[in-house]
């Protein structure tokens, strides 16, 4: 059981993966209550085949219970994870048990859907509920089959407003849905539904121990006052790894189009605006369009943040103001929606992914089909990584870029999880920019005066490692990196190379860049920046790599934060240039024939592109 039960809805047409999804979030717990709602035998040799594959997917810490009464099986164990697979089934049995097949609209399932809901409110273990998405196809040609794609969206609609985390599956690819905004049908005790006052509380409140409770009498809300729900971090779909050989060699890397920068500098000057007024926003609009190669750029719609995870011998050494047990509380954290970093996502709607590159811990397969090793090896005393390792993680942050990329993600975000990877990422920057220890150790999550000087001596020991290697990007992630460092090289090169723009965070991210634009030179083109750290390494690999953060916050978190703050602006930025009406368009009066090459707009943009 975590610490605070995640209820989890996963949607799916027919075969689309999603009762093998809903298996792996499961994947950590020791004992699990699987709530067959069909039957588990049958006349049917198909159904039973059906059965038969997903029994042996299974393994031995399933407890098999039949059931069409899921709110008392539900209540029966609430201490104990579930699986219920699934809520289709359940429907067919309470349809039956009312005879309604026929009965239109009329049908009233409130009293069986109220009791489920409850019954998945009081749950203090894990829960996930499979369901079928029947809504997408046509309008079923009989009544029967309408009553049942009708009660089945309500019922899904309604169960989804009891969960923390819903997931569609489609094609094996997961799709973490964000919360909707706007009108929401919420849970009523009474089963009436009435509108909901301004003061409306939201549906889901979180108390520091018990998790999200339910808020008693609400039903339709119109104007929806909370905050966005966090965005829960999803993993990735089993697969087969990829091919580490040669995953250090990168094509050379071409920059963003200079052509359509030009191009969207002058469109600068049209749009209805003083000249330059925009500042920099106009600058990383520019930047947009250039790397997607068109002017007016298409609006940024499908961001994603990769938190790469991982644990570092070194952190042993007192490095940290944390434990390194920390990291994989932190990654079912992220996993769970808790941490800082989906608090942002779901305010600006970027999906968040976390893997497991090197965490010192078991953790679920779909966060760990990358995972190269259990914590890489203090970097004081001995290499990181085998070069092996490193290729193979390379090669995962690669995959990762390339899969996001091949599946619609126009805007990519690296973030980190890991204890005392600030000493790894300090190294990095010291090697490769040659300063003392003493001028780049920073803080990290606030070390006080003694673990400041352990840190120092092991940035100072890493760093004596580190010179012999210097030249060889590669052998330099062995030796002082990580297996999460080199496959977030990987992921930003590759961004590169799939000619995607990517913001990095902090001063993790920016280490993993200096060294990523050593083994693809000109990577840093395809990357901004997405705030100051207060890490004094931050600044000077910001420096090396010639880049001008957008936000200086003095924060010091990690995890993709930074970046994902920066991305509204970002996202804006292209908006601008898709959107904003021209002088001509809207009837205003410009100063003066636009000269593009002369205004302050075009001379602020030059920076970001070249
Ligand atoms: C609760 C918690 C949440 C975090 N989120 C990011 N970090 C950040 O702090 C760690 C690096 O700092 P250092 O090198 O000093 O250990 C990384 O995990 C980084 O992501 C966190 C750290 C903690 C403790
Ligand atoms: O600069 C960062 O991103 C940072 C600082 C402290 C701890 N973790 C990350």
Redesign the pocket.
């Known amino acids: 059981m975590t610490d605070r039960a995640v209820r989890t809805l996963v949607l799916g047409g027919v075969r689309s993966g999603k009762s093998a999804h809903g298996e792996s979030l499961l994947g950590e717990h020791r004992q699990i209550r699987y709530l067959a709602t069909g039957p588990l035998t049958s006349s049917d040799g198909d159904w039973m085949d059906r059965v038969r594959i997903h029994r042996e997917r299974r393994d031995d810490r399933y407890t098999t219970i039949e059931t069409t009464d899921l709110g008392h099986a539900l209540r029966a164990a609430p201490d104990i994870p579930a699986l219920v697979d699934d809520l289709g089934n359940w429907l067919t049995a309470q349809i039956d048990a009312v005879h309604g097949w026929t009965s239109g609209s009329e049908i009233d399932l409130d009293g069986p859907i109220d009791d489920l809901c409850d019954a998945l409110g009081a749950m203090t273990a894990d829960v996930v509920l499979i369901s079928p998405e029947a809504g997408l196809s046509l309008v079923p040609p009989t009544p029967a089959g309408r009553v049942f794609q009708d009660l089945l969206g309500t019922l899904n609609a309604r169960v989804a407003q009891v969960c923390e985390r819903v997931d569609l599956v489609v094609a094996g690819r997961v799709l973490n849905l964000p919360a909707a905004p706007g009108p929401m049908l919420t849970r009523s005790t009474t089963g009436s539904a009435t509108p909901a006052s301004d003061t409306q509380l939201p549906t889901a409140t979180t108390s520091d121990h018990d998790g999200p409770t339910l808020t008693p009498s609400i039903a339709i809300t119109t104007t929806d006052i909370s905050a966005p729900e966090p965005v829960a971090a999803v993993g990735f779909s089993a697969g087969p790894r990829p091919d580490p050989t040669d995953a250090e060699v990168f094509a050379p890397i071409t920059p963003p189009d200079e052509a359509i920068a030009q191009d969207a500098r002058r469109r600068h000057a049209t749009l209805t605006k003083p000249p330059g007024s925009l500042g920099r926003v106009e600058e990383i609009g520019v930047w947009i369009a250039a790397c997607q190669g068109q002017c007016p750029p298409a609006p940024l719609t499908s961001p994603t943040v990769v938190v790469f995870a991982g644990d570092h011998g070194v952190a042993r050494g007192g490095v940290s103001a944390f434990p390194p047990e920390v990291t994989a509380q932190m990654v079912a954290n992220i996993s769970a929606g808790g941490a800082a970093v989906n608090v942002m996502a779901g305010r600006v709607g970027a999906t968040v992914k976390v893997v497991d590159m090197s965490v010192d811990a078991d953790t679920a397969p779909e966060l760990s089909r990358y995972k190269v090793r259990r914590s890489s090896d203090d970097l004081r005393t001995t290499d990181a990584l085998t070069l092996a390792e490193a290729r193979e993680a390379l090669a995962a942050g690669r995959a990762i870029a390339d899969d996001l990329v091949d599946s619609g993600t126009d805007l990519l975000i690296a973030g980190?999880m890991g204890i005392g990877?600030?000493t790894p990422?300090t190294v990095l920057v010291g090697a490769l920019t040659r300063r003392e220890p003493v001028e780049i150790v920073?803080?990290?999550?606030g070390v006080d005066d003694a673990g400041w000087m352990r840190k120092t001596a092991a940035i100072r020991d890493g760093m004596r490692r580190a010179r012999k290697v210097i030249h060889d990007p590669l052998a330099l992630l062995a030796a002082v990196g990580g297996a999460d460092l080199a496959a977030t090289v990987g992921f930003l090169a590759q961004a590169a190379v799939r000619r995607t723009p990517v913001i990095l965070?902090?001063?993790?991210?920016?280490a993993a860049a200096m060294v990523a634009n050593e083994l693809a030179p000109g990577a840093m083109r395809w990357w901004i920046a997405g705030h100051r750290?207060?890490?004094p390494a931050?600044q000077i690999a910001l420096e090396h790599l010639d880049l001008v953060p957008v936000l200086d916050l003095s924060?010091?978190?990690?995890?993709g934060?930074?970046a994902v703050l920066a991305l509204p602006i970002v996202q804006s930025a292209a908006d601008l240039l898709v959107s904003m009406a021209t002088f001509g368009e809207a009837g205003v009066t410009d100063k003066s024939a636009p000269d593009a090459n002369t205004t302050a707009g075009a001379t602020t943009a030059d920076a970001e592109t070249s």
């Open positions: 980190e990877n600030t990422a920073g803080r990290g999550t965070d902090g001063v993790v991210i920016t750290s207060v890490e931050h924060m010091r978190l990690g995890e934060s930074g």
